[in-house]
């Protein structure tokens, strides 16, 4: 298993960036794939973008060219740098790990309990 910890959200003016982070309890060199994912209030959770084990990463469209995710192994960390900030970018982002290399994981994978974006003028 993997306990995963969300940091780095708070509030910031349109136009802003923040800088999210994932901390995982066990070496992220071990996990096949990880994602970063969003809810607002409402509304289902959104996948936002991930990282595979080999370092290819992906977005969703309404995110590309503002956001980038990495993975610092050295600190089995997950990251999201976040720029150009919208206020449609307000909502809980969650922390997701799918494909422990070398054990049997759910379907769905492991969820940090989120941290809190709020982009307002």
């Known amino acids: 298993q993997v306990q995963l910890v969300e940091s780095g959200g708070g509030l910031v003016q349109p136009g802003g960036s923040l800088r999210l982070s994932c901390a995982a309890s066990r070496n992220i060199f071990s996990i096949n794939a990880m994602n970063w994912y969003r809810q607002a209030p409402g509304k289902e959770r959104e996948w936002v973008a991930g990282i595979t084990r080999g370092g290819i990463a992906s977005y969703v469209d309404s995110v590309k060219g503002r956001f980038t995710i990495s993975r610092d192994n050295a600190n089995n960390t997950l990251l999201l740098q976040m720029n150009s900030l919208k206020p449609d970018d307000t909502a809980v982002y969650y922390c997701?790990?799918?494909?422990?290399?070398?054990?049997?994981?759910?379907?769905?994978?492991?969820w940090g309990q989120g941290t809190q974006v709020t982009v307002s003028s």
């Open positions: 997701n790990a799918r494909g422990l290399i070398g054990t049997v994981s759910p379907v769905s994978g492991y």
